[in-house]
């Protein structure tokens, strides 16, 4: 049994840009050396391509349609169970260095009269996260620990993060804003270890050391590789664009389903349609990686040093992927495995080493997973992903044939664009061994790709007439994973099991002749 968790996320990290998944350039010595302690899941898929839904899908272990925190800034419920509440429940805490996205639920806060400072609205602000730091990286956030800090290193700005993290010098010795993609090419106006990467991981530091013989979790979660794309020196220019994977994407994707092409006319996706952004962003996102591995590595070397690996659980995974040009698109959302497949490790003292596992695993199963290995009850009336020690320990008798994502796109301009009043547009994906389908509602036509006659998802298969019945069979599978999910959530199935044909002994006699 763990006696720690260190519960790891990147932002916006695709699968297939680690040398331990194969990138033939980019450098990952950190990474590889995690994987090389425990068991690489090549197959790990996200619950949504959106950082708020994914992460809630992550910190709660359930899907999106079941914790229905569908997009951006669309709050988790308070009546959802976190993590954290499941760690507090038994005597434990929920300690966050970095981000989370979580939004405070600020109706059902103010429904219950929780808009003060007392520890449980803090809790619930929060997500039940404990903060040693938190810094999403979205915006210059002036008051934040990461910004006063940033000007006691002598950043002198309201705005540290918009004025030096985020903006470069250009070779005329202007000051350019990273905002513009142009300007991935030149390295930060800070030193590398004044990044958003470094910072965090000294946070994170400080608290593994201050915790002595004390068992913790902490969830450590980067900001980066997500955008501004701009990486401090000597990052920015570790590597060329011919060190780079080459883009996927073909001619036919012109005639691709109305939401894909709806989303190639988003002006990010203008943007990776031409080469030169290609050629400047892909190798500064490396570079970010590369940043981001070598203070992995630091956090490694403290868990050697503090002989820390033989009793901590260490789970490595991303919250989606990024398009980087693929499929004629930028950023994320849709579902293509550039972006819903993610690097996922897990490190378990008790597990196999060095394994690269092809099963399908997805972000629900790090709740279940992490209460498992502190021996805490695993709350199957909540909790909709599977515990996988399973894989790790060799025990697993059988496992998931599928997974699932899911997209809320009525925030998009891409609505608008094709005419859709504000609602509800929702789309669900299946993903199976061999087929990958997509429904959509609107009134949209469903997607289907044969992913091994076309792994780079170039060619829909949605309105072929010769498989309607492999559309049919997938569209049955969908429903029935949705019809299993789990809407009972204030009682435990050992709670129903003792209600079940009780009414007698509660003194009710309905029926009897």
Not at 355 to 368: G, S, Y
């Amino acid at each position: 049994m763990a006696r720690n968790v260190l519960f790891i996320m990147a932002d916006q990290f695709r699968f297939d840009h680690m040398g331990c998944a194969g990138h033939p350039f980019l450098k990952t010595p950190n990474l590889d050396r995690l994987a090389a302690r425990g068991v690489r899941f090549s197959n790990a898929y996200v619950q949504s391509g959106i950082c708020g839904p994914s992460r809630m899908s992550y910190y709660t272990g359930r899907y999106v349609s079941s914790h229905g925190a569908t997009h951006n800034r669309v709050p988790l419920s308070l009546g959802e169970v976190t993590l954290g509440w499941h760690l507090r429940e038994s005597g434990r805490r929920l300690v966050l260095a970095g981000k989370t996205h979580v939004l405070p639920d600020a109706h059902g806060m103010r429904r219950l009269a929780l808009d003060g400072a007392s520890e449980l609205a803090v809790l619930l602000r929060e997500g039940w996260f404990e903060l040693v730091d938190r810094h999403d990286g979205h915006h210059g956030e002036p008051d934040s620990n990461y910004a006063h800090w940033l000007r006691a290193q002598g950043y002198d700005s309201r705005d540290p993060w918009t004025d030096y993290v985020i903006s470069v010098t250009d070779e005329n010795g202007a000051v350019q804003s990273g905002w513009h993609m142009r300007n991935a090419r030149y390295a930060a106006r800070i030193k590398a270890e004044h990044s958003e990467t470094a910072y965090t991981t000294d946070r994170a530091l400080g608290f593994i050391a201050e915790q002595g013989a004390a068992p913790w979790v902490l969830h450590l979660s980067y900001v980066k590789p997500h955008w501004p794309y701009i990486a401090p020196a000597p990052y920015h220019a570790m590597y060329s664009p011919n060190q780079c994977l080459p883009v996927k994407r073909h001619p036919d994707e012109w005639n691709a389903h109305p939401v894909q092409r709806a989303f190639m006319d988003e002006e990010v996706a203008q943007s990776f349609q031409m080469q030169d952004c290609i050629d400047t962003v892909r190798p500064a996102y490396q570079g970010l990686i590369a940043e981001l591995d070598h203070h992995l590595g630091r956090v490694f070397d403290a868990l050697d040093a503090a002989d820390l690996w033989k009793d901590t659980l260490v789970i490595f995974c991303a919250d989606h992927g990024d398009y980087l040009g693929d499929h004629w698109l930028g950023e994320k959302e849709l579902f293509h495995d550039c972006v819903q497949k993610v690097p996922f490790i897990v490190a378990d003292p008790e597990g196999a080493r060095g394994v690269a596992d092809p099963r399908l695993v997805e972000a629900v199963d790090v709740v279940p997973t992490i209460l498992d290995a502190l021996g805490l009850p695993a709350a199957p009336h909540v909790v909709e992903g599977r515990s996988l020690l399973g894989l790790t320990r060799g025990t697993a008798t059988a496992w998931r044939d599928a997974a699932f994502s899911e997209l809320d796109w009525t925030f998009r301009g891409a609505r608008r664009r094709l005419g859709l009043p504000v609602g509800n547009h929702h789309a669900w994906m299946v993903r199976d061994g061999r087929y990958k389908y997509i429904h959509w509602s609107s009134g949209m036509r469903p997607q289907l790709f044969d992913l091994e006659a076309d792994p780079d998802e170039f060619h829909d298969l949605g309105d072929d007439p010769a498989l309607a019945g492999t559309r049919a069979a997938m569209k049955e599978k969908l429903l029935a994973w949705f019809t299993a999910l789990k809407r009972r959530t204030t009682v435990t199935f050992e709670e129903a099991e003792m209600r079940t044909d009780s009414h007698k002994k509660a003194g009710v006699f309905l029926g009897q002749w």
